[in-house]
């Protein structure tokens, strides 16, 4: 199954995952080239008729800001963490109906902790509720890891659905260590 089309910048530095019209319009407006496409499939707009693409190549090249720090949301913390509660160290997929993955502070925020990537966990909600407003040493819980940032490579492409042809382009660009942590983040989310 495709669920998008990769864009690569010129430099071939994997972009984003666009909508397949999307990747169309810019082939058809010459602001992008078809590098890799599904030979079996096609695409029909106006009145021509595409190969499916895959992955396309921007035509000119576009300066992404590599200080750009991302915001810690929950899909991006949980991928972080592989989808495990840091303390109990139960994944998504075996926790009970009830519960859920939640966000915890390791210092409070009530006690002047902040919303920071080391400052955060995923906690299970069970973990989440017996902690509470508490730090964890105070009621003898452990975490598994200390976490840290992660690399915004590493965020950008572990939360989403790559096909192999589209990871071959993370592997060209980041090397295979960064695909392979990519990949086991998205193999532990099932
Ligand atoms: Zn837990």
Same mark, same amino acid.
């Given at each position: ?5 990769l +864009? ?5 530095e ?8 999307r ?5 058809? %407006? ?6 890799e496409? $599904?030979? %079996? ?29 991302? /915001? @810690?949301?929950n ?5 972080? $963490? /592989? ?11 075996v926790l009970?109906p ?5 966000? $915890? =502070? ?7 902790? $902040? ?5 955060? @966990?995923?906690a299970?909600? &069970? ?10 040493s ?5 975490l598994? /890891?200390?976490?840290?940032?992660? =690399?915004? @490579?590493y965020? &950008? ?18 090397? +295979?260590a960064?695909? =392979? ?5 998205? %193999?532990?989310?099932?």
């Amino acid at each position: 199954m495709l669920v998008g089309c990769l +864009a690569l910048n010129s430099s071939f530095e994997p972009l984003t995952l666009v909508p397949t019209r999307r990747a169309v319009r810019l082939v058809i %407006d010459g602001k992008a080239e078809i590098v890799e496409a $599904d030979r %079996d499939r096609s695409v029909r707009s106006a009145n021509r008729r595409f190969p499916h693409p895959v992955v396309i190549r921007l035509t000119k090249y576009v300066h992404v800001p590599r200080r750009f720090r991302r /915001h @810690v949301t929950n899909t991006f913390l949980f991928a972080r $963490d /592989h989808y495990r509660c840091q303390y109990c160290g139960r994944v998504s997929a075996v926790l009970r109906p009830r519960e859920s993955l939640t966000r $915890d =502070h390791i210092v409070p925020l009530s006690r002047g902790g $902040d919303n920071s990537w080391t400052n955060v @966990v995923t906690a299970c909600s &069970s973990c989440n509720t017996r902690k509470a407003n508490r730090l964890a040493s105070e009621i003898g819980m452990r975490l598994l /890891h200390t976490p840290v940032e992660p =690399h915004f @490579v590493y965020l &950008s492409w572990a939360v989403r659905k790559l096909t192999p042809t589209q990871s071959k382009y993370i592997r060209l660009f980041y090397g +295979a260590a960064m695909l =392979h942590e990519v990949e086991r983040t998205v %193999d532990s989310r099932r």
